[in-house]
């Protein structure tokens, strides 16, 4: 069966986030991303809203909806800036739902709950210096020191790196093993020997805090080891499942953006005599536009779907991320081009949209790793096995309607 109607609650999901954005975002960010500063409030003000947690089960602080209404979020929070969609994307796409997946009872009361809730922010600490698209180049290491690990080595591009307060971190517990000899940690910012710093005169997403985290001989105790030892790769592709889905929604987002400011654009500036939006080179840039959005859309819910059914969408959430980011990254070029020599200037804000549509198609899986995975599960060469662990299903069972009946 297909339907392809949002819920009442997914509808005012949108417009709630929307508002928001309209309200606590849209008039300053101009003036944030000039300044390359973070506003750790809006966190705060996401969390009042139950959008912390939005698709983790209420018995673990969450809201309890579904994941499209999770992708509904990220759209609506790129569209007044990408710096917003990435720290939920971190936090939720990529901590939170990995907790959720792989973490046991313990673990996700200590760390889920909390960060469902708002009042702790997680992040996720997988690319190094020398390892980004080649994830088992890394050099982060974990020794086995009997009741807890020892921790060595530096992550970067780390989304939220002076703000989260746990991180999923990937490091070596056996480098003989290959990828097999990675392992997943729970590790928490106040540890000794943890230590971060935020990278400054990024071309885009200046708004978002990004950086480096270190770790000098940080002792992690082996309760915070996430599944068993050498689980560590799968869990990091797992984690990319969410993360490169919330990605691809918010890639809408820009699109939507992108639209907007456009089409106002084209009603107010006029040449030879008609508005631009009468010229037709013009128009084939907004039907583009569009066509790229109702595209990207249809490819971010058809993962959503997979993952409301509980099964594996590594495919489908790789090919939706591909495409809406580089749909994104055209219409934002698009849009500039639309607005002409004002759009160079940052007197409007399609010059910004540009800037952030860059980041999407690089990181969470390059334009290339995608396009080869796609081309791989095509010509047979890639086949994905069905995992021992999945997110559950929605709707999620509550333990406690269980208990009850
Ligand atoms: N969920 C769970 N397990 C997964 C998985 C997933 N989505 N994807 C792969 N695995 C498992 C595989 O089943 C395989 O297990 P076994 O070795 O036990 O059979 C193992 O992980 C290796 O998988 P695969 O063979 O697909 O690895 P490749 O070396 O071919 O993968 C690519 C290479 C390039 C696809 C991968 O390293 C990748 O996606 N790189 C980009 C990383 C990235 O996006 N970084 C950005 C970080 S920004 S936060």
């Not at 417009?15 to 966190?43: A, C, G, H, N």
């Not at 960060?115 to 922010?121: D, N």
């Not at 084209?266 to 595209?295: D, Y």
Request: net charge neutral; hydrophobic share 35%; proline share 2%.
């Amino acid at each position: 069966m297909m339907n392809f109607d949002f819920t009442e609650e997914q509808e005012l999901l949108r417009k709630t986030v929307r508002s928001f954005v309209d309200k606590e975002i849209m008039p300053y960010i101009k003036e944030w991303d000039e300044k390359q500063y973070f506003e750790t409030s809006i966190l705060t003000r996401l969390a009042d809203l139950g959008l912390m947690g939005v698709c983790i089960p209420e018995q673990y602080g969450g809201s309890g909806m579904d994941y499209n209404s999770l992708a509904i979020v990220c759209e609506e929070l790129e569209r007044g800036d990408t710096a917003f969609r990435t720290a939920v994307s971190v936090h939720t796409g990529l901590n939170s739902m990995t907790l959720l997946q792989w973490g046991n009872e313990k673990q996700k009361q200590k760390y889920l709950f909390p960060q469902s809730k708002g009042q702790k922010v997680g992040a996720f600490g997988l690319t190094e210096p020398n390892a980004g698209s080649d994830v088992a180049a890394m050099q982060t290491t974990a020794r086995d020191a009997g009741d807890h690990y020892v921790l060595n080595g530096s992550k970067t591009w780390i989304s939220l790196c002076d703000v989260a307060d746990h991180f999923l971190v990937f490091a070596y517990t056996d480098k003989s093993k290959k990828h097999h000899g990675i392992s997943s940690f729970i590790v928490e910012r106040t540890w000794e020997g943890f230590s971060s710093k935020a990278i400054k005169g990024k071309l885009g997403i200046r708004a978002g805090n990004t950086g480096e985290i270190f770790f000098d001989n940080v002792k992690v105790p082996k309760e915070n080891l996430l599944g068993q030892e050498g689980d560590g790769f799968k869990i990091a592709m797992s984690a990319l499942d969410n993360g490169r889905f919330t990605v691809a929604a918010g890639a809408c987002g820009t699109i939507m953006a992108s639209l907007e400011a456009s089409v106002k654009y084209c009603h107010e500036r006029s040449t030879f005599g008609k508005e631009i939006g009468r010229h037709q080179l013009v128009q084939q840039m907004i039907a583009k536009m569009e066509a790229g959005l109702l595209q990207s859309r249809l490819l971010v819910y058809r993962a959503g779907c997979l993952k409301n059914q509980g099964k594996r969408n590594t495919r489908e959430t790789s090919l939706a991320k591909w495409q809406a980011c580089d749909y994104a990254y055209e219409a934002a070029n698009d849009a500039v081009q639309i607005h002409g020599a004002y759009g160079f200037s940052n007197e409007y804000p399609v010059e910004r949209y540009l800037r952030n549509a860059k980041a999407p198609v690089i990181y969470e899986g390059t334009r290339e790793i995608h396009t080869v995975m796609q081309g791989e599960y095509v010509l047979g060469y890639r086949v994905d096995k069905p995992l021992s662990k999945t997110l559950p299903a929605w709707p999620f069972e509550s333990v406690t309607e269980e208990a009850v009946n």
